[in-house]
């Protein structure tokens, strides 16, 4: 019987500093275990794009104490990635259709939406091209769920959970 094994649990600021030494302690781990290499190679990317998410989106709230987490996990048969951070209320509704677009389509519409979100011209200062999410569907072949939490009238907390199956 295979026991829920944490690999990284991180709660605080996230930085471009704290980016590198989280993953390279998530290389360190799934270079030591035992496991295919295309797994691993998964699990390091959706984690990537994960952590790049949080520190590109992360909204800071004056009013509440509330940091961003990434947590790596190994459970039965699948590593479960959860990322959680703040973000602005205003920004829920573009975001969880992004999410519901994402969690359902087929790989050749994701991908087709990876193509045209690249040749987009309004690539948005510092918030990336808003590849994060495709990405991290067709990596995990769009097996992830995903919450917001409302905290006040201005931000909510959004949770993603990707699952990577062994």
Request: aromatic share 8%; hydrophobic share 35%.
């Amino acid at each position: 019987m295979s026991e829920n094994k944490i690999i990284l649990r991180y709660q605080g600021p996230i930085e471009f500093k704290t980016t590198e030494i989280l993953l390279q302690k998530v290389k360190n781990d799934l270079e030591k275990n035992a496991i295919n290499k295309v797994i691993k190679k998964r699990v390091y990317n959706i984690m990537v794009e994960c952590i790049e998410n949080v520190l590109k989106h992360h909204e800071v709230d004056p009013c509440t104490k509330i940091h961003p987490y990434i947590i790596l996990e190994k459970f039965r048969n699948q590593y479960l990635i959860t990322a959680g951070n703040l973000i602005s209320n205003d920004e829920v509704s573009v975001l969880k259709q992004k999410l519901y677009d994402a969690k359902h389509k087929d790989k050749a519409s994701l991908l087709k939406m990876y193509e045209n979100q690249i040749n987009k011209e309004n690539i948005l200062l510092n918030k990336g091209a808003g590849l994060g999410i495709i990405t991290i569907a067709l990596k995990a072949n769009s097996n992830f769920d995903y919450s917001f939490s409302p905290v006040n009238k201005q931000s909510s907390i959004y949770e993603l959970k990707v699952s990577i199956p062994f």
